[in-house]
């Protein structure tokens, strides 16, 4: 499975230690969306400071113009508040749903937790309807475990 093989290309990215943390997020990014063909947009969103919004960090895919979310609203706002996995198999029936671009169909966001707290996000969008699995859930916690610790 392919998640297998990305967990050590994960790690080492991760262990980079002489790069600046937005490069190593940044190189997560690219790995990801390229190598899981329906992972379309790949990007980590933080909470910014004490407020309650979150502040996009570094990603790759479609330019975005949110760049700042109130916690609440969208998919992302809505886990910044759960603090819980959100799997959306199809945006169109989701009423809070912020659009990025038309052509995404299915959104998963996943919470980052530093010392039990959700400090940030990572958010991958598809231009495939319904593509997320349980593996999806597994692979991208372990991503978010791993980022947690250079934060």
């Known amino acids: 499975m392919i998640f ?5 290309q994960v790690e080492f990215i991760i262990s980079e230690t002489n790069k600046p943390v937005d490069t190593r997020l940044i190189k997560i990014c690219k790995l990801l969306e390229k190598h899981i063909s329906y992972y379309n947009w790949v990007g980590f969103y933080f909470r910014n400071g004490g407020k309650e919004e979150l ?5 790759i895919g479609e330019p975005t113009d949110h760049t700042v979310i109130p916690f609440g609203k969208g998919i992302c706002g809505q886990v910044a508040v759960s603090n819980e996995n959100f799997v959306v198999p199809d945006v169109s029936a989701q009423d809070n749903y912020i659009a990025c671009s038309i052509t995404v ?6 919470p980052i937790f530093v010392n039990g707290e959700n400090i940030g996000q990572i958010d991958i969008d598809s231009n495939t309807p319904d593509p997320f699995t349980e593996a999806d859930e597994r692979f991208l916690e ?7 610790g250079i934060l």
């Open 55 to 59: 502040i996009l960090g570094p990603y």
């Open 142 to 148: 372990f991503v978010c475990e791993k980022v947690a």
């Open 4 to 8: 297998e093989k990305l967990k050590p």
């Open 105 to 110: 169909k299915a959104e998963i966001v996943i």
